[in-house]
């Protein structure tokens, strides 16, 4: 294009700078970022500077957002709600949610309206560190707004609440997502199954799985890998284990996550071989061992005197790099 004596333009610059960040050469993205403005003269807009603001923040990289902010405003170009909703984004990644919160407070002082994507990342933000008061006030800000929270805001609220052990709550707001009309879904599901099995309930979590099938939504690998390890944690292994074979019989993608909870339910049984022998199975079936699962063997074996076994599979484990 430049060999022909054609300059590209902002709308160039803007596809490549795109394509840049969705392939995560970040460093490119921002080299032609300068060259546009340095070299070309180009003036950007709130768009492209927003694109490569995302795309960092997205990789925990809000220090230099920042900077790619610094040059937005100093071009005086003003940032709208895209660009602000990334920032706080960014910094619940990091876990700088106090950061998130001051930026999240003055947005309507510079004239930026606050949208549901905007308030549903500063909730999640706040659900991650189970700061679930502040996270439920906002969800009434919002309603009050006349904002309608989308599955992803009621999601994070419900796993927050489950997980902060407020589990009563966290069913109160499930019929009150079904009542605004919007549906729930596996995720909304799995974070309630994963509150029953942490708490024992593992009927209940066996009766709710069958729920959830019977309303037409399929669990994913996450849901039985939830329901596998309960099963496995209350000593219920051959319960687990018949879940386990079902998958593999219906062609699941059983990934290492769910090969590890099995091994360790049979650890825990004493089963050693059996756990050995599915650790055989799992790399003939393509899926490869990682520390975790290296480490739930060996100090299995060694808790139980099973010494020169455990000392094998270390060297087992060292030997693939691991």
Not at 10 to 26: A, P
Not at 207 to 221: E, L, N
Request: glycine content about 6%; proline content about 2%; some cysteine.
């Amino acid at each position: 294009m430049i060999v022909k004596g054609i300059s590209p333009d902002v709308i160039t610059h803007t596809s490549l700078i795109y394509g840049f960040c969705i392939v995560g050469q970040l460093k490119e993205a921002i080299g032609l970022l300068n060259e546009m403005f340095v070299f070309r003269k180009l003036n950007g807009d709130v768009y492209i500077f927003s694109i490569l603001l995302d795309a960092l923040c997205k990789e925990g990289n809000v220090k230099e957002a920042k900077n790619v902010l610094a040059v937005m405003v100093k071009q005086g170009i003003k940032p709208n709600v895209v660009t602000y909703t990334s920032l706080l984004d960014g910094y619940c990644l990091v876990n700088e949610v106090n950061k998130a919160k001051v930026i999240f407070n003055t947005m309507v002082q510079r004239g930026v309206i606050r949208n549901v994507c905007c308030y549903t990342v500063m909730i999640n933000g706040l659900c991650k560190i189970k700061m679930m008061d502040e996270a439920m006030n906002l969800l009434k800000e919002m309603q009050n707004k006349k904002l309608i929270p989308d599955a992803v805001t009621y999601n994070s609220l419900i796993d927050g609440l489950c997980k902060s052990g407020r589990i009563s709550h966290a069913w109160e707001l499930l019929d009150e997502m079904q009542d605004s009309g919007q549906p729930a879904n596996v995720i909304t599901y799995s974070s309630l199954l994963h509150a029953l099995c942490k708490n024992h309930h593992v009927d209940k979590a066996i009766a709710f799985v069958k729920k959830i099938k019977d309303k037409g939504i399929q669990p994913d690998m996450r849901t039985y890998n939830i329901l596998m390890d309960g099963l496995c944690k209350q000593g219920r292994f051959l319960d687990a284990q018949v879940i386990f074979n079902d998958l593999l019989i219906k062609g699941y993608n059983v990934t290492v996550p769910t090969y590890n909870i099995m091994i360790h339910g049979l650890c825990s049984e004493g089963l050693f071989d059996d756990a050995e022998s599915l650790l055989l199975k799992m790399e003939d079936n393509g899926c490869v061992p990682n520390a975790i699962t290296y480490e739930i063997i060996i100090r299995a074996l060694f808790e139980n005197d099973e010494n020169d076994k455990a000392l094998k599979l270390l060297h087992e484990m060292i030997g693939s790099g691991q």
